[in-house]
């Protein structure tokens, strides 16, 4: 008998979940469809990769167990999957009550990182928070700043809509707001997170129509200060040194041993790769292997097929959360669907330049596929704004009706 409720209970919880996520995802435009659909091929896709790249650091790192990276990041999709659903099904006013609140969590939070016993530093950079003693689990603040502050300035940018032409009460405020995390971020020596934070502030800016003298201004004293940064620590001067030497050598040279190896890797894919987990170069030739330059695995492994269909697949997301922003009825909308592709673009293309060498190595992985937790779960709860965007887009052109969507131009 209680063998039978128990299996009434939990086919009860089952249709409980299926209901919820029908009322979550199902229904929604064609474009919603196109964002989910695309994201969740990212997800999965990175998850089989980051299985085979993280395979023998995980082996080094974990007594001979292969499955402790790939498991951790398995459990932040399934997390970052509820993020997802949580924030798609919230509204405008729901980010509005608390968008002050995320920022000021989210930079306290950084902090943190910096208290003894607290904080924990990889690789000379300070950025993330142990969770619990002898967990082995850590979460990275600078993650979700991102998009905190990509919430906390589309709603500021609508509320003072009226000061655009004032760049000293409009350009201020998001200054002040950008500079404090991003601050923090670089006290913790990460230059390529506060590039990306820049890139994302400065682009929503421009979009927001401020006056482009002040703009400009802005952008060149940046400049300045990223060249001041990398002149004034000797790790980034010597990976910008060995990025404008292509003949640099890897054993002469401990800077040019990441970037020299990846390029290894990819000449040697050919069309159709070495074969999912085949490849050489993760044999501990390319450090954080499972992160930063899971490109250059997914480019011997399967090829340069795949590795442009990683690109194309970005880019399009891209273009499909531009068209959510071009649909909403809110400049709180817009500007957020805005901020969130620019922040999935620039850093997949920025992650991507790395690898081919087209850029010095900055640190950043590429969103929803690289190992990492944080960065996973945050760029899940990213396309959850912008889903609950277009939920909103969707019942207010449409009439909730099911359609393919072009957006309003």
């Known amino acids: 008998m209680g063998r039978g409720n128990a299996g009434r209970a939990q086919a009860q919880r089952r249709r409980s979940l299926a209901e919820i996520l029908r009322g979550v995802y199902g229904g929604q435009s064609m474009l919603f469809v196109l964002i989910l659909s695309a994201t969740m091929l990212l997800v999965v896709y990175g998850l089989i990769m980051v299985i085979s ?106 509320r003072y809509r009226e000061w655009v032409e004032y760049p000293k009460q409009y350009m201020g405020r998001a200054g002040i707001y950008a500079a404090i995390p991003a601050g923090l971020i670089m006290v913790g020596n990460d230059l390529g997170t506060t590039i990306i934070i820049a890139i994302i502030v400065l682009v929503m800016l421009f979009l927001s129509g401020v006056p482009r003298g002040a703009f400009w201004m802005t952008v060149g004293a940046l400049a300045v200060a990223a060249i001041g940064f990398i002149l004034t620590a000797k790790s980034r001067m010597g990976r910008f040194a060995a990025w404008l030497d292509p003949n640099t050598s890897d054993t002469a040279n401990n800077y040019a041993w990441q970037a020299q190896h990846g390029i290894w890797a990819l000449a040697n894919s050919h069309i159709i790769g070495v074969g999912l987990g085949q490849s050489s170069l993760k044999w501990s030739w390319i450090p954080e292997v499972e992160n930063d330059y899971i490109f250059a695995i997914i480019g011997e492994e399967l090829g340069l ?99 393919a969507q072009r957006a309003n131009r």
């Open 53 to 158: 790249a993280s395979s023998i650091d995980s082996i080094k790192a974990n007594n001979g167990n292969p499955t402790v990276i790939s498991i951790k990041q398995i459990l932040s999709a399934v997390v970052g999957f509820a993020g997802m659903t949580f924030v798609a099904t919230r509204n405008v006013e729901f980010f509005t009550r608390n968008s002050l609140r995320f920022y000021v969590i989210a930079t306290a939070m950084q902090v943190m990182v910096f208290l003894p016993g607290i904080g924990k530093s990889v690789n000379g950079n300070r950025e993330w928070i142990k969770l619990g003693p002898g967990s082995g689990y850590t979460i990275q603040p600078s993650e979700f700043i991102k998009l905190a502050l990509i919430v906390l300035l589309a709603i500021e940018f609508e």
């Open 305 to 403: 097929i795949f590795a442009a269909g990683t690109i194309i697949l970005f880019l399009l997301l891209g273009y499909w959360i531009v068209q959510v922003g071009l649909r909403s009825s809110t400049l709180f909308g817009r500007w957020a669907s805005f901020g969130v592709a620019t922040w999935i673009v620039v850093q997949a293309m920025v992650n991507i330049a790395v690898v081919l060498k087209a850029l010095p190595v900055l640190g950043v992985p590429l969103p929803l596929i690289s190992a990492g937790g944080s960065s996973l779960m945050a760029g899940m709860m990213a396309i959850g704004l912008v889903l609950s965007i277009e939920r909103r887009n969707h019942l207010e052109l449409d009439g909730g009706h099911f359609r």
